[in-house]
Every structure is written in structure tokens, then in C-alpha cells.
């Protein structure tokens, strides 16, 4: 889910100027929902290099200041070292951010339904946040400690608003894979991708995803993206298939 954040920005001697944002998250399957963002996309690499150690406590300074659990650095996918410099002073993998630029429509072997009661996706999505716990037990939340029937209600206020849509495929009567998608101001992001397990190895993903494809273009926009648990090496390579690039990763450090 997207909310508002505050903005401020911290000047590096050198003139190179940081993002920062404190982030409020009212629901999500994260472990900490109030946390400091930092984002270095679009500075040089040489100087962030140079200067980062000076400022990695300030960092720490200024989300203890706010009260805030955790900090999150994005940076780019090609700044090889970077995750290194990161891991000295504490910080760990968190998320992928992956991308694919869409152009036009893709034909469908098979046409999901989509699904108008977000109920139905309860059980998938418990299996699910299971999932993301066993990849990463620091960063993202329990499964009984996710208040899964918050998140539904918001899921299903947001698509009657028109601002997602989510697709399903049916064994008979049951709910097997969907697709979850939502507008945001970068492109179409997919909120949620899932196969329950008995089911996999029957390229149920890629037809989903190529009606998140179709949805992408339908609405003009020419972008469409997720993150991932970085430890998830298996989706990495299933959206690489699909054509998605690597841009950034995300990682974090908790502060109690």
C-alpha cells in the first residue's frame, strides 16, 4: 500500500543531496510499519563511496530522534560493493526492486477472472506471508501477527475506487494463483503474485502476470514493477524470465 510520507533533505559537503522520508505504513506485512527511508538512486557512486561513512551514524541519529525502529538504504542493483560497506556497519538484505517497460499487449494462453471479493484470498495469502517470514524472520511479519482482515478491507476499498485490480485462476472452485495489482505514480505495481504450492510448475505465474502486462498497457502506463524478499532467489529468476530487470535493492537495519 502507498501512503503519505514526510520529506526532508540532508546536503552532503560535497553537493550531493540525500532523500530521506519518515514512512508510515498503516498496514503491511512488514515487521516494522514506521521506519526511515533513504534513498541514494540517482547520486554518484564515487561520491556516496567517499562520504557514506561520515554519515551512516547520522542516519541513526535522525530516526532515533523520531522515534523510529528501523532504517532502510535503497541503492542500485550494479553498485557491487555497496551491500559489503553495508553489512560492516550492521545493515541487512531486505528487498529487489525489479521492473519491465511495457509496450504493447500480450496474448493470453489462458484468461484469469478477476476477483471482486478480496475474502477469497485469505487462505493464499496466509501461505503466502508464511513464505516471506521463512525468507526473512527480521524483516517481514508473522503470519498471525499480520492483521490480514485490515488489509483485505483495504485491498477491496482500493479496487472499488478503481486504483487495482486483481486476478484469479480457479481448479474447479477453488482459488489456486493470483495476481494482485496496484496504480502507483511509478507504473503498475504488483502487490501480490502467488501459486499455492500443489499447483506450481504449471506456468500459472506467467499467464498471471502476462494479464498484469495487458492491465499495465490498457491503462497507458509504460511501467510495471515489484520488490521481492532478497533472499528469494527463485522468484528473482522467475521475473527475470519474464523479462523484469533488477534497479535497486533495499537494505535495513533494525534499531531495537
Not at 21 to 33: P, V
Not at 78 to 93: D, G, H, Q, T, V
Not at 137 to 142: D, K
Request: aromatic share 16%; charged share 25%; proline share 2%.
Amino acid at each position: 500500500m502507498l501512503f503519505p510520507v514526510v520529506k526532508w533533505k540532508i546536503n552532503f559537503i560535497t553537493s550531493t543531496s540525500i532523500n530521506y522520508r519518515i514512512r508510515h505504513i498503516k498496514i503491511s506485512d512488514l515487521k516494522y510499519k514506521d521506519y526511515l527511508e533513504v534513498d541514494l538512486s540517482g547520486l554518484s557512486y564515487k561520491k556516496i563511496l567517499k562520504n557514506f561513512g561520515n554519515y551512516s551514524t547520522e542516519f541513526i541519529e535522525k530516526a532515533k530522534k523520531s522515534n523510529l525502529q528501523q532504517i532502510r538504504i535503497k541503492f542500485p542493483y550494479k553498485w557491487k560493493s555497496f551491500p559489503e560497506i553495508l553489512r560492516k556497519i550492521n545493515y541487512s538484505s531486505g528487498l529487489i526492486f525489479v521492473e519491465k517497460n511495457i509496450a504493447k499487449t500480450h496474448p493470453l494462453l489462458k484468461q484469469p477472472i478477476e476477483l471482486k471479493n478480496m475474502s477469497i484470498l485469505k487462505n493464499l495469502l496466509k501461505k503466502q506471508q508464511a513464505l516471506h517470514y521463512k525468507f526473512n524472520t527480521n524483516f517481514f511479519e508473522e503470519t498471525d501477527k499480520f492483521d490480514l482482515d485490515s488489509y483485505l478491507k483495504e485491498l477491496q476499498t482500493n479496487h472499488r475506487k478503481n486504483k487495482g485490480i486483481t486476478y484469479g485462476i480457479y481448479e474447479k472452485t477453488k482459488l489456486i494463483a493470483f495476481i494482485g495489482l496496484e496504480i502507483s505514480e511509478y507504473g503498475i505495481y504488483i502487490n501480490e503474485l502467488f501459486t499455492d504450492d500443489k499447483f506450481r510448475g504449471r506456468g500459472l505465474g506467467k499467464i498471471l502476470m502476462q494479464a498484469g502486462f495487458n492491465y499495465t498497457f490498457e491503462l497507458n502506463f509504460k511501467k510495471i514493477w515489484t520488490t521481492l524478499a532478497a533472499q528469494n532467489e527463485s522468484a528473482l529468476h522467475f521475473y527475470q524470465a519474464c523479462g523484469f530487470k533488477p534497479i535497486s535493492k533495499l537494505f535495513y537495519i533494525n534499531l531495537v
